[in-house]
Structure formats: C-alpha cells, structure tokens
C-alpha cells in the first residue's frame, strides 16, 4: 500500500512541478541547493577543492551536478537521465481564429508521440519566455497552471473509421481548442501575466502544452502507477534521489540529466554535445590534473544511461523477446543491443549486476524480438564524447510516449536502492578488461 509519504507520491510531487524540461531543472536545482550544492556558472572559472559540492545548468533544460571527496579524484562514477519528453510545442505565431467562432493553437510535434493519448485531456502550457528587464534579456519560466486547452475528437458519426486505424493529420486534427472568438489576442496576455511581464516585453518563447491530469495509484494492491511524463522523469528523480544519498568516496560522484533525447540528442545541452566531457575536463583541471591524467580519470570512469525500458503489455506479450522481457514491479531492468542501440556488454553488464546482486536489488534483462526495431538513448551518443564503461538500464513501464503513462509502485524504490548502491561502491579497473568492486 502507498501512502501519501511514499516514494512513488513523492515521485508525484516531483512531476508536477516539472511540466517542462525546463522546470524539471529548476525543480532540480531547488533540490540541490536545499542540499548544499553551490551553482557554478560556464561563463566562469571553477574554484573546485577536494569536498565541494556544486551544479551547473545550460540553457535552464540541462544540468549536471557532482560531488568531489575529500581524498580528491581517481575517477567518475556518473548517473544520466533526460529531462524532456514527447510533447507539442507552440509555433512563434500560435494563436488561430481561422476556424471563426474559435481560437486554436498552433503547435507541432516534439518527439515521438502517441498521438490518440492527447485528445480529450486538461492541457495546460508551460515553458520559458525571455523578457527585457532593465536593458538585458532575462529568461523567465511560464506555467499557465490551469485547465486551458483541450484537443477535442471528432464524433465517431463523422469518422466512423477512427477505431480502424486512422491516420491522424498533425496539422488539422490535434491543433488544441483555447477560446471563442472574443478573446482575441489572450494568449500573449496570457504568457505575459505567466511571467510576471508586460505584453510588450515578451520577446520570444519555447512553450509546450501538457497534460494537467495529476498521478494515481491503482490496482487491486496498489501496484501500479499513472501519471505523465514517466519516460524519463522516473529515472531522473530516482537518480537523484540517489545522488544527494550517496557519500563520495574514492571517486567523483556525478548527476546528469541531459535534454533532447526524445529528437536525438543532437543539441547544446543533449548527449551529443560537449556539455558532459565539458563538466568533466573542467573539474579535473580545476582540482590540478594535467591532461594526461584528466584522461586517465575519465577512462577508468563508469556511467549509468538511465532511461525506461518496455513492460511486457498484457494484451500483446507476443511482441516481446521470449526470453528477454520485462515486467513492472521486477526491479532494475538491463538493456541490450547487438547494434548499440544501447551501450550495455558483458563488461558493464557484470559490474553492475555485482553492485545490485550486493545490494539485494532485483534486476531483469530486455532486448527486442530479433524481428523488431528498437529505441536507443543517449548512452551511446554520450560514449562518443566521453568514452568509458556505461550501462543501460531503466524502469518497466507500459505506454511509453503516451502523454499518460504506466509503471510499477515497487520498482521506485528499486532504483534508488539501485542507484545508491552504484554510488556507494568504487569501481576500480585493474588493466583492460578486469575490475574490482569495493
């Protein structure tokens, strides 16, 4: 039974106040500071002793925070996780009153959406806009919190193939219903008062609609869960449930959570940029190392791609490996890939499953059906800039990339135990291709 004071509730709270990438950060550096770590700035040297506690943040969507022991750096043991998810997005002239009497939004599709999940739900919108304040330009987060908008399906007596596997039209049939004709022109006002800013002022947005629906617990023993925005809330939430748990010893303890893994990575603050190694190199040299020794520590370094894995759906099983699935409520599950999709070999796979087997932590094992495409994440993308030993994992969940998802009560706790155990332990390799655990 879970109570109000349980982790999956405290998971709830953590994504209500994340409705976006950009408040799932500045929801996390709330959390970090509360804890004592200080928000260095890229812009600026690093001041970093054996001991310190610190974040760094890149456009308000990224953070990476780590932890120095007091022994100083050997090597990284890192956890990373994405902060965004499949959501639409408002185009720059969103506001539409060409369907008289109504004013539609114009939005377009962020990542890969399960695009039926939208229809008839609370919609909201939230984001960042950035404002002139005093000469400068200041980002400023935006959050309607209210039930604002909505995608209304059609009636099925004028669709009448909608349960045959209708193809939906991005641009004609999920543009979301905001007001009647007469309040032309609420949308600006309505981000300018959301901002805390004159209409006038509001120079640019990234804005997104989500689903206002709040997490419910269920099930004839409260096992599972729903709520929005699992994929990958959960294991950033776990993850740093972890981290700020952990001690660091003999090693630097780092938190990662990356944006734009649902569109590639390929951005600024994705895995596929600089942002990781940049975070790393620094701290090396701001502890003194020399190049040649920085390289030393971030080889000999370990990460864990955080990102959820498919549950078995009950009324499908037969699109699942035989052998290798997974279940909700069964604990840490491995990922593997012959293709690389996900990072995980014999190597990492055996390190980590020592470190959970020590911990008690329940662990299965997924890989697609040989005839199936899968998904990918961005360990692998992070691989090609900092390359060290790293496994795939995540939580089983059903509905992944519905804007309302399904996960199992027991396994939050699974993957902080998980996590923290990971932490805790120091990974030391003896050479190429043997280690020890500690």
């Known amino acids: 039974m879970n109570t109000p004071s349980s982790p999956v509730q405290s998971f709830f709270d953590f994504v209500a106040h994340a409705p976006t990438a950009f408040h799932a950060v500045e929801e996390t550096c709330t959390r970090l500071q509360a804890a004592g770590f200080t928000r260095l700035d890229e812009r600026a040297p690093w001041r970093i002793a054996p001991g310190s506690r610190c974040y760094v943040t890149r456009n308000r969507s990224a953070v990476v925070a780590f932890c120095v022991p007091e022994q100083g750096l050997s090597h990284f043991q890192i956890a990373a996780s994405h902060s965004d998810s499949p959501m639409f997005k408002l185009k720059p002239n969103a506001e539409d009153s060409s369907s008289a009497p109504y004013i539609r939004l114009d939005v377009e ?3 890969g959406m399960i695009l039926s ?12 806009a950035l404002v002139r304040r005093k000469g400068r330009l200041v980002t400023r987060l935006v959050d309607f919190g209210r039930d604002a908008l909505l995608i209304p399906n059609m009636p099925i007596h004028f669709n009448r193939s909608v349960n045959d596997g209708y193809s939906y ?35 640019s947005s990234d804005l997104f609609l989500y689903n206002r629906m709040p997490g419910s617990v269920w099930g004839a023993g409260n096992e599972f869960f729903s709520c929005p925005r699992i994929d990958d809330l959960e294991c950033a939430y776990t993850s740093l449930q972890a981290f700020l748990a952990a001690p660091a010893r003999g090693h630097v303890n780092v938190w990662a959570m990356l944006d734009n893994e649902e569109v590639g990575s390929g951005s600024k603050q994705g895995a596929d940029s600089t942002l990781l190694g940049d975070v790393l190199a620094r701290v090396c ?22 990102d959820n894995a498919h549950a078995v759906h009950p009324n499908h099983p037969e699109k699942y490996d ?6 909700m409520n069964g604990g840490v599950v491995i990922k593997h890939n012959a293709n690389q999709k996900y990072t995980t070999d014999a190597v990492s796979q055996a390190i980590f499953s020592e470190i ?43 509905a992944m990339h ?24 120091n990974i030391l390799p003896h050479g190429d291709g043997e280690y020890a655990i500690e």
């Open 285 to 306: 040299a701001a502890l003194g190392m020399e190049d040649a020794q920085a390289r030393a520590a971030v080889s000999s370094s370990f990460m864990v791609s955080a």
């Open 169 to 203: 039209n991005a641009q004609v049939d999920l543009l979301p219903l905001y007001a009647g004709a007469e309040a032309k022109g609420a949308l600006a006002r309505e981000i300018a008062r959301a901002c805390g800013a004159g209409e006038a002022d509001v120079v």
């Open 117 to 128: 999940s939208w229809f008839d739900r609370p919609l909201s919108i939230a984001g960042r």
């Open 109 to 111: 599709r962020y990542g």
């Open 402 to 425: 519905s804007c309302y998802e399904t996960a199992g009560t027991q396994d939050v706790a699974h993957m902080i135990r998980a996590l923290t155990a990971f932490y805790g332990a």
């Open 356 to 398: 959970l087997a020590h911990a008690g932590v329940p662990v299965q094992h997924f890989s697609n059906r040989s005839d199936v495409a899968g998904g990918s994440t961005l360990g692998n993308i992070a691989n090609t800039h900092v390359s060290m030993n790293t496994v795939d994992i995540g939580l089983a969940q059903l």
């Open 322 to 327: 035989s052998l290798n699935r997974a279940f």
